[in-house]
């Protein structure tokens, strides 16, 4: 791993860490979906510096792309503003929020620290890494696959019941 | 790298986890959900690099699932948002008693 590495390895991470912090800390919900974008290409840059290029790609298209804009399509068209939710939280129950955060921090960092994950070789990256991973997904995996595809089905009828405005509300609005 | 990779998605978590804890806005409290499943792909993808393709192949269901997730979960804030008119988590304690 060379310098060049090590120097953008740190430097998407933390780009990641700046945008989360800005995220959870923005009042405004767009702002806050736009930093969360943020976080998800410093992702995808991690993700293609670990060897996983597909993935990459995937991050972007779907978490950036697909899902970001449902988010944003939904706050503008609920039309919130900054003003519309108070963060009404006393400084006592903050500062509990943030001990409890730090500790789950603190201890998920110990347990990793610990962990001799060094001593174990790593595996080459695969440049067509897409081969090995679609052989996985489509034998090891089928049924896992298949249940997603009944999970999607599920999640988009839903969806458009619980969005749809009853016939009940209607009748008492006409 | 993979160490310092775990590091990172444990930092991600965790403020992920700040954030449900400390806002009230619907919206912003599924972002921060979204934010700690994006952790744990993280580091789903730098342990495949020592266990092999299958933790990345696990990461193509998370993002499945988080899709589908986000698709139900903003509808039922939309229809939140028609009953109680806003989506001040705060202010919806039906079942609060």
């Known amino acids: 791993m060379g310098t060049f590495y090590t120097v953008h390895f740190w430097l998407f991470s933390a780009m990641a860490i700046i945008a989360a912090l800005a995220m959870v800390t923005r009042r405004n919900p767009v702002a806050a979906a736009l930093w969360l974008v943020n976080v998800m290409f410093a992702l995808a840059a991690l993700y293609v510096m670990l060897g996983a290029n597909f993935l990459g790609a995937v991050q972007v298209l779907v978490y950036a792309g697909a899902i970001m804009v449902v988010f944003v399509f939904v706050v503008m068209l609920l039309n919130l503003g900054e003003n519309d939710v108070k963060e009404r939280r006393s400084m006592g129950a903050a500062l509990a929020a943030s001990i409890i955060a730090g500790l789950l921090a603190a201890e998920l960092l110990y347990v990793i620290r610990s962990q001799p994950l060094s001593s174990a070789p790593l595996l080459p990256v695969d440049e067509d890494a897409l081969a090995p991973m679609a052989n996985s997904l489509f034998t090891e995996h089928l049924v896992a696959f298949e249940v997603t595809s009944v999970l999607l089905l599920v999640a988009v009828v839903g969806a458009v019941v619980l969005a749809k405005r009853s016939q009940f509300a209607n009748e008492a609005r006409s | ?96 008693g």
């Open chain 2, 1 to 96: 790298m993979i160490r310092e990779a775990l590091f990172v998605s444990a930092i991600l978590f965790s403020i992920g986890v700040l954030g449900v804890l400390t806002r009230r806005n619907a919206l912003i409290l599924f972002m921060c959900v979204e934010l700690m499943l994006n952790a744990v792909n993280l580091s789903f993808i730098a342990l495949s690099r020592l266990h092999g393709v299958s933790g990345q192949v696990f990461v193509l269901f998370v993002m499945t699932v988080a899709a589908a997730e986000a698709a139900v979960g903003l509808a039922i804030v939309l229809s939140v948002f028609r009953h109680y008119r806003t989506v001040d988590l705060g202010r919806i304690r039906l079942l609060r």
